[in-house]
């Protein structure tokens, strides 16, 4: 990395990399929030994606068609509501590394991880045991307790955290090997977040797919903060299922449709037990309405209800962008962006005492840097929104940046490194 020896932490400097940055026109295509009449320092897009300028006209459409034929926009509409939900697949499915028929858009987050879990959380008196990082986002902690003590188990024993160890804010990788290699003959399933919300380290997921598989257990992964941040490879990596948000870095709206992944070996096995509803029938004769439950072929079975159109008209508007950029782009330039913002963090502990720890790792890591601001509390967020940077807190002491590629530029990263110094 010749280039990050000669980093300069400038205005001019930001600006030059900007100017030689071959997304710069995206940032355009995106309504950033207004602070005094200027863009806000927008680093909470691992958060809430900002809106595309294209959202509105994508769900105007629909409204539009609502309002011109009624229930037979179904079928008349421009983009028709019944098969809606298959014009996000193939580009969510490339996202992911996924075959199209392994992936499919509903509900929300933790509903899908609920869902799946139905089908591969199936414990028996011998392999009942999840494992999952310690300090898991709320949500998939409620989610892992709900669904073992669902099945009668005990959550103390059944639920195996794996730890960072004392005095170290990532986990070791070879610990989570170690949790697997002894609980081999008692684990029924690894639930684990692909790059964990709080610190941004990103796990070796087909590492941990490969040491689950062998352990006899089955494997997957919530996605909430690597979906649209990192390169995955659901498929090849063997991973049997995964969920994901899509308001994230996917930019599709609060509370948008969220994503789920089974891996085709498990497609064919039509006796999965599932929780099942109309959208999950067969298409072909799912109108007949009769009584028999007839299983589709692709991840499609485990959809319940039928399609929230609205916010698939957000969450499509959006993929077409990530579609017409690519994973292999933005990710160019989301480390670009992270180095940078590393840098210049580095520089300002220079002159401010080291006061600032970054603890997400150097290498395993997306578009994200946690920072421990040592001696500092939440005043020194309210300063920070005060003066137009919208970073995230994490009490007691955490602020979470994520420089995102398709919008944040390297002017941010220096507009942000001054207003920090500044309140230091
Ligand atoms: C954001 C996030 C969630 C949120 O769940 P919803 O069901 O979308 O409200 C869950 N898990 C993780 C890991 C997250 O980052």
């Known amino acids: 990395m010749s280039e990050v020896l000669e980093l300069k932490n400038s205005l001019e400097f930001a600006k030059s990399l900007d100017e030689k940055d071959p997304l710069k026109n995206y940032r355009e295509r995106f309504i950033l929030p207004q602070h005094n009449g200027k863009d806000v320092v927008y680093f909470t897009g691992n958060s809430l994606g900002l809106q595309p300028k294209t959202t509105s006209s994508y769900i105007q459409q629909e409204l539009d068609d609502w309002g011109k034929f009624g229930v037979e926009g179904h079928f008349l509409a421009k983009n028709p509501w019944m098969p809606y939900h298959e014009f996000l697949t193939d580009k969510m499915a490339k996202l992911v590394g996924a075959q199209p028929k392994e992936v499919v858009m509903m509900n929300q987050l933790t509903v899908n991880l609920h869902l799946l879990m139905v089908s591969f959380y199936r414990p028996t008196k011998q392999r009942y045991k999840i494992l999952c990082e310690a300090k898991a986002f709320p949500s998939d902690q409620y989610a892992l307790q709900s669904q073992i003590k669902f099945h009668g188990f005990d959550i103390d024993d059944a639920l195996i955290e794996v730890h960072p160890r004392e005095g170290e804010y990532t986990i070791r990788e070879e610990d989570i090997f170690s949790a697997i290699e002894k609980n081999k003959d008692s684990l029924a399933l690894i639930m684990i977040g692909g790059v964990n919300f709080f610190s941004g380290q990103v796990f070796d997921m087909k590492a941990i797919t490969e040491a689950g598989h062998k352990a006899g257990a089955i494997v997957g992964f919530d996605l909430a903060h690597a979906a649209g941040n ?7 990596w063997n991973v049997d299922f995964a969920a994901w948000c899509s308001y994230k870095y996917l930019n599709s709206g609060p509370g948008s449709v969220a994503g789920a992944f089974v891996h085709e070996k498990h497609l064919s096995n ?42 698939m008209a957000a969450c499509r508007a959006s993929l077409d962008i990530f579609d017409e950029v690519g994973m292999d782009a933005l990710i160019e330039k989301s480390k670009r962006l992270t180095a940078y913002l590393e840098f210049v963090i580095g520089e300002i502990n220079k002159k401010k005492n080291n006061c600032l720890h970054i603890i997400t790792p150097e290498k395993n890591r997306g578009c994200q840097i946690s920072i421990v601001a ?5 005043p020194l967020y309210n300063k920070l929104i005060e003066n137009g940077v919208i970073p995230d807190w994490r009490e007691p002491n955490v602020i979470r940046c994520a420089p995102v590629p398709l919008y944040n530029s390297f002017e941010d990263i220096h507009r942000f490194s001054e207003i920090l110094i500044s309140l230091l």
């Not at 990192?230 to 090849?236: C, D, F, V």
Request: proline content about 6%; charged content about 20%.
């Open 230 to 236: 990192i390169k995955l490879h659901l498929h090849g």
């Open 270 to 311: 039509v006796d999965l037990p599932l929780f099942a509803g109309w959208w999950g029938h067969d298409k072909q004769t799912r109108f007949l309405m009769d009584k028999k439950f007839i299983p589709m072929q692709t991840a499609e079975r485990w959809q319940m209800s039928n399609a929230p159109i609205f916010s």
């Open 374 to 378: 040592h001696g500092y509390g939440k």
